[in-house]
Nanobody, 121 residues
Framework: QVQVVESGGGLVQPGGSLRLSCAAS????????MAWYRQAPGNQRELVAL???????NYQDSVKGRFTISRDNAKNTAYLQMNSLKPEDTAVYYC???????????????WGQGTQVTVSS
């Protein structure tokens, strides 16, 4: 089984920065993609940024130029550097990891419990 744990959320003023971390652990053979999603009250969960094992990235248009996703494959960890934060970035941020589970010999698709990001003055 593969577990995912997020950290780094909090309260920040508009224009400020936060860095989220996502650590995957368990019977991991390979992680193909790691991604950050967010869900604001009353809204559906939406993809914010994604990174492949090879380092290819994809971003939601609203965060391009402000957010940067990265990963450390050796540590099975992904990061989301968020700069120039806006009130509309307020949401619960979830990490997702997909790959191959070594013990179950099957694909895994694991979610963290989420971390709250609040942008407010």
């Amino acid at each position: 089984q593969v577990q995912v744990v997020e950290s780094g959320g909090g309260l920040v003023q508009p224009g400020g920065s936060l860095r989220l971390s996502c650590a995957a652990s368990g019977s991991i053979f390979r992680i193909n993609t790691m991604a950050w999603y967010r869900q604001a009250p009353g809204n559906q969960r939406e993809l914010v940024a994604l990174i492949t094992s090879g380092g290819t990235t994809n971003y939601q248009d609203s965060v391009k130029g402000r957010f940067t996703i990265s990963r450390d494959n050796a540590k099975n960890t992904a990061y989301l550097q968020m700069n120039s934060l806006k009130p509309e970035d307020t949401a619960v941020y979830y990490c997702n990891a997909k790959g191959w589970d070594a013990s179950r010999r099957s694909n895994f698709n694991s979610w963290g419990q989420g971390t709250q990001v609040t942008v407010s003055s």
